[in-house]
């Protein structure tokens, strides 16, 4: 999915979910918070601090709470999308208009803007530096438009490719690899763009 620079953008390429995403955009509005675009995406803010934001993927939609971790969750709607590497945010996933619940939304929103408001955060860890696999950096010293788009790419995505061939136990499995993800590095794309923000063209079975 491209990135949207508004929040009509966003939705009106939001295939199957352009009602529900319209209808959480809706609630979101009736809050205090700001409505933003970061990172392609709506975004919701307070005093310019990101709270909330809202997206549609191949077979769900939802809201992301970005200090969701602190949140009571009396609900137990929240989950950690990516456990082992994501420590504050939350994500609450959505699969048809019935799972669109205004006053929990409200509920769980007006709690986050509190937090935010007392100044209150779990801070991100801190990175360990990027290592380059040597296989993999002597294969982009021998191709200069891959090597190019591999350092023009953000730290997380270029961490995703190294681990990747890292975690290959064989030498020739490595060179396998490596020939398969060179041709993604040099178009400037992520190892599992894929799977971010997919959106479908038809509604899926439970």
Request: glycine share 8%; aromatic share 8%; charged share 35%.
């Amino acid at each position: 999915m491209k990135r949207a620079k508004s929040v009509d953008e966003y939705i009106a390429d939001a295939g199957i979910w352009k009602g529900e995403l319209k209808r959480l955009r809706e609630i979101l509005q009736s809050t205090d918070l700001e409505e933003d675009v970061k990172w392609g995406g709506p975004c919701y803010t307070c005093d310019g601090k990101s709270v909330v934001g809202m997206a549609g993927f191949k077979s769900y939609f939802g809201l992301w709470f970005h200090q969701g971790a602190l949140l009571k969750d009396d609900k137990s709607v929240l989950m950690n999308a990516q456990e082992g590497r994501t420590k504050a945010l939350r994500q609450w996933r959505m699969q048809t208009a019935k799972d669109i619940k205004p006053t929990t939304i409200k509920s769980y929103v007006k709690e986050a803007i509190k937090l935010t408001e007392e100044g209150k955060k779990i801070a991100p860890a801190r990175k360990k530096p990027l290592v380059v696999p040597p296989e993999l950096k002597k294969a982009l010293h021998a191709n200069k438009k891959a090597d190019e788009k591999f350092k023009s790419l953000r730290l997380g995505l270029q961490r995703e490719y190294a681990d990747y061939i890292f975690e290959a136990k064989r030498g020739d499995t490595k060179l396998r690899q490596i020939e398969k993800i060179l041709p993604m590095i040099g178009e400037g794309v992520g190892l599992h763009d894929k799977y971010r923000s997919v959106l479908p063209t038809r509604r899926e079975s439970p």
